[in-house]
Every structure is written in structure tokens, then in C-alpha cells.
């Protein structure tokens, strides 16, 4: 089983950064490929970001690239999502997930593992 648990949400101005963390429990973190994930209020989860088990391979939704950042820290369980030039449009719940033995999964149900997400809001 994996623990995953969000922080780094909050409130940001337009134009503002955030980096949003996930620290994972299991042992074999390494192994796992890891995602970002959010949800706007009356929309469905869309996916952001993922990165595979080693670092190597990562994967954007059209609508972050080069505003967004996934790296990992397999040291420390950790995955992160550095969020640069924020727009009121990415203001959503921000959740963590994870999954063994794919590369950059980009579709919610190939993840087995979930966190409890973080509020990301960005003002206008």
C-alpha cells in the first residue's frame, strides 16, 4: 500500500508561483511513476504533469507546458510540481497519484494510488 500526502497548496496572485509536494510512503518509490492531476470545481480531473521512475521521461498537458515543472526526489519519497505564471484558470484541487511499471501514464485510471489533494486558487 502507498501513502500519498499533498502540501504546498494555497492562495497566489496571477502571475505568482507555487511548488506543490507529495511525499510518498512506500519503499519502493523509485519504482513508481508519479502524476499530477486537478479539478476545477464542475469539471472533471484532468491531468497536468507526470514523470517516470527515474526522472527521465516527463509528461505535460498542453495547457502547463512551460509554465510547469514535475521533478522527483527518490531520496527523499518525494515528487513535486513547480507552477510558474499561474492563471486564474489553474485554479483547481491538485492531487498526487501513483502507479508501478508505467512510464508517464496521462489517464486517471491507469493510477493505483491516490492523495487527498491540495486547493490551489489564483486570483485575479
Known amino acids: 500500500q502507498v501513502q500519498l500526502v499533498e502540501s504546498g497548496g494555497g492562495l497566489v496572485q496571477a502571475g505568482g508561483s507555487l511548488r506543490l509536494s507529495c511525499a510518498a510512503s512506500?519503499?519502493?518509490?523509485?519504482?513508481?511513476?508519479m502524476g499530477w492531476f486537478r479539478q476545477a470545481p464542475g469539471k472533471e480531473r484532468e491531468f497536468v504533469a507526470a514523470?517516470?521512475?527515474?526522472?527521465?521521461?516527463?509528461n505535460y498537458a498542453d495547457s502547463v507546458k512551460g509554465r510547469f515543472t514535475i521533478s522527483r526526489d527518490n531520496a527523499k519519497n518525494t515528487v513535486y510540481l513547480q507552477m510558474n505564471s499561474l492563471k486564474p484558470e489553474d485554479t483547481a484541487v491538485y492531487y498526487c497519484?501513483?502507479?508501478?511499471?508505467?512510464?508517464?501514464?496521462?489517464?486517471?485510471?491507469?493510477?493505483?494510488?491516490w492523495g487527498q489533494g491540495t486547493q490551489v486558487t489564483v486570483s485575479s
Open positions: 512506500a519503499r519502493t518509490f523509485s519504482n513508481l511513476a
Open positions: 514523470i517516470s521512475w527515474s526522472g527521465g521521461y516527463t
Open positions: 497519484a501513483a502507479v508501478s511499471g508505467v512510464r508517464t501514464p496521462k489517464f486517471d485510471y491507469e493510477y493505483e494510488y
